[in-house]
């Protein structure tokens, strides 16, 4: 491949190095939140990218600059042959970092191929410790099966392992404490992330919890020490309660946007290349891809997202801004 590496940087002088890929806009699950069955829409088998495609885009990624792959969904363990695709994406030369994030439902069953494709760290959404309410959050009842799942990738010795909870107001906020505790015990990073005004929330919606409140929360359990961040980190500021075998994050896309710093592309599983999770712009390269296009044509759709990519998302986002639902982004 005859293509310049390490071009890209955006228009304000970020480098982009973190590409999220959807593999599937399919999931097992139906959280409140992010709500893939009201989609009213699949895609088509033959719209979302087949592996060798995720593959080559991947390829050209990465000569252009990409080190970090985290992969997602909808759930990409319930896409077929993810763990093979898992293996293909980590023997790319100069990919430095893959990661995954899964609801944890399928995880036992495919343990062994992720842990084998060289992936270390997974971000598992995890929104209470209550089987009921997690029942009421997903749609099913896997709580158990989940934790057990988290129990089984500890002792696999996965690490980091970070619990993504999503602060959902009168819902899962009066757990807060709860799964802040998990990081004393276990070394597991919990992670508290503002509810986005993504897809399509019933019309009544109560404002989100703000990172502020559920610090406050946290912080009845003690004092938070900071935790250095290093270069790669992602958007979490990080702290460790006193004592605590893990950590604790918190995630303010809502309160305190962290655009200014932000390093992503994402690759939507209808092959749109997105520059910011709360915008519409979007480059499709599936379709020059699908013509038969050149790698270096392909990098230009790449360039030409990056060159796209807005400084911020609006402040605030009304209900009719909401972009698309975030089974099909991925998150
Ligand atoms: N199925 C996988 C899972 O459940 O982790 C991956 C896809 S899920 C869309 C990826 C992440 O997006 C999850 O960690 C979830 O917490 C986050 N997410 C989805 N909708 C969100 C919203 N409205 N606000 C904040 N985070 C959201």
Request: include cysteine.
């Amino acid at each position: 491949m005859e293509l310049e590496k390490n071009r890209l940087i955006d228009s304000y002088k970020r480098r982009l190095d973190y590409l999220r890929i959807s593999i599937t806009d399919r999931c097992n699950l139906n959280c409140l939140y992010c709500n893939p069955l009201s989609t009213e829409t699949k895609l088509l088998h033959k719209e979302i990218l087949r592996y060798e495609e995720i593959l080559r885009i991947a390829r050209i990624g990465v000569h252009l600059g990409i080190t970090k792959i985290r992969v997602t969904g909808g759930e990409p363990l319930a896409r077929k042959g993810c763990c093979d695709f898992l293996q293909q994406l980590g023997e790319i030369d100069g990919l430095k970092d893959i990661s995954l994030t899964t609801n944890g439902v399928l995880l036992n069953e495919h343990i062994d191929g992720i842990h084998a494709a060289g992936v270390k760290r997974l971000n598992i959404s995890l929104d209470s410790l209550n089987r009921d309410k997690y029942h009421q959050i997903t749609g099913h009842d896997v709580f158990d099966r989940v934790w057990a799942n988290i129990q089984l990738a500890l002792a696999r010795g996965f690490s980091p392992i970070k619990l993504n909870m999503v602060v959902q107001s009168g819902i899962n906020d009066d757990e807060i404490r709860e799964l802040a505790r998990l990081s004393l015990n276990h070394p597991l990073h919990v992670r508290f992330i503002e509810q986005m005004p993504i897809g399509k929330p019933p019309a009544k919606t109560a404002p989100p919890v703000l990172v502020p409140a559920i610090r406050a929360c946290v912080e009845s359990l003690g004092e938070l020490i900071p935790v250095t961040k290093a270069a790669t980190d992602g958007p979490a500021d990080r702290y460790r309660l006193r004592g605590g075998k893990g950590e604790i994050g918190f995630i303010s896309p809502v309160s305190n946007h962290f655009c200014s710093r932000c390093n992503r592309l994402r690759l939507t599983s209808d092959g749109r290349l997105l520059t910011c999770l709360l915008s519409d712009i979007s480059e499709d390269i599936k379709t020059p891809l699908r013509r038969g296009l050149l790698d270096n044509d392909l990098a230009a759709v790449f360039l030409r997202a990056v060159g796209r990519k807005p400084f911020s998302h609006p402040e605030a986002l009304m209900p009719s801004q909401q972009p698309e639902q975030m089974v099909s982004i991925g998150g």
